[in-house]
């Protein structure tokens, strides 16, 4: 292939990738505020801007659309607990796990908004990745957490109680953002505010798991 080509295929690619990702955007963006059925593909063209017919091109039905942003939403929710290492000293990891995962919901909350509403209505479009990938990556990281409590590294926790209780607490300042703000008059958004929350969760949360 000439380096001519390569370069208009590379191009090609990329106008690809920006149009998928603008789709996806403006999708998420509307399915987070009026869910699946209360979402038209016309809205999410027009917020793409791009045509329907366009945007039926890379995804062949609002289900299958919804279903993407879901699997771009699982991805970005669960990058955290993919750094989650055996090799790291167990507060720090466990710390540095409550940070990012407040980092993500600080900078998507949309995304956890929706990965909590398709939760409550019962998973049906995800739970093959639910049952799936995620089970294995929960897996093999509550596997590292009881090998640090059977080391004695770690208090005497249930690491899918921990896990959970992590996932509930940073959460809830994405999926509850309007009554965080309404009680406390801040947001992830204010450095300070999301510097006290890091700091309070996680005191909290190792200060309980802590060997005594």
């Known amino acids: 292939m000439s380096s001519g080509a390569k370069k208009a295929g590379s191009k090609r690619d990329a106008a690809t990738a920006a149009k998928k990702g603008a789709i996806l955007d403006a999708a998420l963006a509307l399915f987070s505020q009026f869910g699946l059925h209360g979402t038209s593909l016309e809205r999410v063209a027009e917020g793409a801007g791009i045509s329907k017919t366009n945007l039926l091109y890379y995804y062949p039905s609002k289900e299958a659309l919804y279903v993407a942003v879901l699997k771009q939403i699982l991805d970005i929710w669960l990058a955290p607990l993919k750094a989650f290492r055996s090799d790291l000293q167990p507060l720090a990891a466990i710390g540095e796990y409550i940070r990012l995962k407040l980092e993500v919901s600080r900078d998507y909350p949309q995304a956890s908004r929706l990965f909590c509403l398709e939760m409550l209505q ?91």
């Open 122 to 212: 019962g998973a049906p479009l995800l739970m093959a990745e639910l049952t799936g990938d995620l089970k294995a990556l929960i897996d093999e990281k509550t596997a590292i957490i009881d090998g640090w409590v059977t080391r004695g590294q770690l208090g005497p926790v249930d690491a899918h109680a921990l896990i959970f209780m992590i996932w509930a607490t940073t959460q809830h300042y994405a999926d509850f953002a309007t009554q965080v703000e309404a009680v406390s008059g801040a947001t992830l958004q204010d450095e300070a505010f999301f510097s006290r929350t890091v700091a309070n969760v996680q005191r909290m949360i190792i200060e309980g798991i802590r060997v005594r």
